[in-house]
């Protein structure tokens, strides 16, 4: 059963860079599918980040398409996320996830990220 | 960009009853629309996948309909179990986007 680990500073200051991986034990990252992320303020709903396929392949949300990296690691069977100039809007639970037939199937359990001034 | 809206943002509902969510895209999406449980302090669910196919290990209360933009996601005789948020996601085009969600509350 594939599990998904996400992990990473649980602060950041304004400005910086948020940086976080996703792990993938019992499954492998150079299978088939995309892996996503998707982030989520306090309180509040659910944002794709974007997405990418263990080849290399990426799609990315217009909103912050030029301060989001997806990149995946195969030798360490990890995805990882980095989110530059961040703000107090970035402040968020940040979820990684894949996608089994276009819709996301298994999903860490989430780390949360708080940008401070 | 497509947007979601669900309807209604919130409901409380009494066990048994049946709880109606609906989910409306600005254009149509086929049957490209997902939906997820997400209770608190946990990650979300995938409930429903392309509108109306069932998910192994989901129970048989929950079940979806619809196509083009009007979706539905049904649970029939709710369960104390079923508190939690409700969101639809589509994954017809990019950017992937998901609706704004609905509260479910048991009274």
């Known amino acids: 059963q594939v599990q998904l680990q996400e992990s990473g500073p649980g602060l950041v200051k304004s400005s910086g860079t948020l940086s976080l991986t996703c792990a993938v034990p019992g499954g492998s990252i150079r299978n088939s599918n995309w892996w996503t992320w998707v982030r989520q303020p306090p309180g509040k709903g659910l944002e794709w980040i974007g997405e990418?396929?263990?080849?290399?392949?990426?799609n990315y949300n217009p909103s912050l398409k030029s301060r989001v990296t997806i990149s995946v690691d195969r030798s360490k069977n990890q995805l990882s996320l980095k989110l530059t100039s961040v703000t107090a809007a970035d402040t968020a639970v940040y979820y990684c996830a894949q996608t089994g037939d276009y819709a996301f199937d298994i999903w860490g359990q989430g780390t949360m990220v708080t940008v401070s001034s | 960009e497509i947007v979601l809206t669900q309807s209604p943002d919130f409901q409380s509902v009494t066990p048994k009853e049946k709880v109606t969510i609906t989910c409306r895209a600005s254009?149509?999406?086929?049957?490209?629309l997902h939906w997820y449980q997400q209770k608190p302090d946990q990650s979300p669910k995938l409930l429903i996948k392309f509108a109306s196919q069932s998910i192994s290990g989901v129970p048989s209360r929950f079940s979806g309909s619809g196509s083009g933009t009007d979706f539905t996601l049904t649970i029939n005789s709710l369960e104390a179990e079923d508190a939690a948020t409700y969101y639809c996601h589509q994954s017809s085009s990019l950017p992937l986007t998901f609706g704004q969600g609905t509260k479910v509350e048991i009274k």
């Open positions: 254009q149509s999406i086929d049957s490209s």
């Open positions: 990418m396929l263990h080849s290399g392949s990426t």
